[in-house]
C-alpha cells in the first residue's frame, strides 16, 4: 500500500509541480505527518524533492527529474492514444494535433486497442464556440480575467468579468467555471450565451483550488437547483427518455407503459425541449408547477400556429 501511495505522490507532484503537505495529506488520505516520512522515503529512492517554507511553500520534484517511460506499458499508451484521438474529434487545436502525432509515433508498432474508438464529433460546436475556447484556453493560462456579455435563462443581457478557471463539457455544451467578480463567487457559464467576449489587462486577485476540487464542491452547493421528474412514458418514448434523460424506470406496465425518474438540473433547457417535443407520449406527473409550465407552453404553442 505504501508503495502505491509513493508512486501516486510522486505521479502526481510532476504532474502540478509545486504542492503542500496539507492537499497532499488530504488527496492520499493520510496524516500530514506521514506526508513527511514518503518525502524522505522518496528522496532515498534517488528521487529528487525539495521543499521550501512560506506562505507559498510545499514539496517540489526537481525539473530534472523524468519518470521511466515504461511505467507507460503498451496496454497504457493504447488508452492514451485512443483517449487523445477521442478528444482530437471534438476539439481542434494545433497542440493536441501534435501530441496526437507525438503518441502516434511512439505507439507505432505496438498492439493496439482495436476494441475501443472514441468519437466525440458530436461536441464540436460552431466556429464562434471554437474561437471562445481558444481565447479562454489562452486567458487561463495567462491568469487573465476576461469580460464578456451573458445572456441568462431570463434572457436578459449583463456585462460580466470572470477570473476563468477550468473550461468543461457538460449538459451537451461547453461551459466555463470562473470565479465571478460581481457575486464574488464561482459560477458555470455556457460558451454560446457569450458574446464580445474579450481579455482585459487585469490579472486574477486570488489563488484557485484545483479545478476538480473546485467543480466538485460547485456542484455540490448547487444540488437544490436539480429537479427530480417522474414520468409516465408511453413505450415508444421509453428509449428516448432513458437515453437523454438518464432516466430509471421505476414501475413497467403491462400495456409497455413506464413510469420513470430523472434527476435534471433545472436551468438547463435541453430537457424540458425533448417533453415538449415528445408531446403525448410523456405525461409529467410530478412535480406540478413542471406540469402547468408545459400547459402554459402548448397554449402558447396553439396562440401561435393554430387556425
Known sequence: MKLDRLLGITIYMLNRGKVNARLLAEKFEVSQ????????????AGIPVVSTYG????????????????????????FILTALKGLATAYVNPRLESALAKAQALHKGKPGAADLILDFSVLRENP??????????????????????????????RRREVEPVVLTYKWYA??????????EDY?????????????????????????????????????GRYLELKLLCKAEAKSA??????????VEGENGEV?????VLEEERVWYGMLVGLGGK???????????????????ILAVNGE
Open 128 to 157: 464562434e464556440t471554437q474561437e471562445r475556447l481558444s481565447i479562454i484556453r489562452e486567458a487561463i493560462a495567462r491568469k487573465s480575467v476576461v469580460a464578456f456579455d451573458y445572456a441568462g435563462q431570463s434572457g436578459l443581457c
Open 55 to 78: 506562505t507559498d511553500g510545499g514539496y517540489e520534484i526537481l525539473d530534472t527529474f523524468r519518470m521511466d517511460r515504461l511505467l507507460a506499458d503498451d496496454s497504457d499508451s493504447s
Open 259 to 263: 413510469i420513470v425518474t430523472a434527476r
Open 282 to 300: 410523456v405525461k409529467v406527473l410530478e412535480p406540478e408547477r413542471i406540469k402547468q409550465k408545459l400547459r402554459e407552453t402548448a397554449h402558447d
Open 33 to 44: 505527518r506521514t506526508i513527511q516520512r514518503d518525502m524522505e522515503a522518496l528522496n532515498l
Open 174 to 183: 461547453w461551459y466555463l467555471f470562473a470565479y465571478c467578480t460581481d457575486v
Open 187 to 223: 459560477r458555470l457559464f455556457k460558451l454560446v450565451r457569450m458574446d464580445k467576449l474579450s481579455v482585459t489587462r487585469k490579472q486574477w486577485q486570488r489563488e484557485h483550488d484545483e479545478p476538480e476540487r473546485l467543480l466538485a464542491r460547485h456542484t455540490s452547493a448547487e444540488s
Open 241 to 250: 427518455v432513458l437515453e437523454y434523460l438518464n432516466g430509471r424506470v421505476e
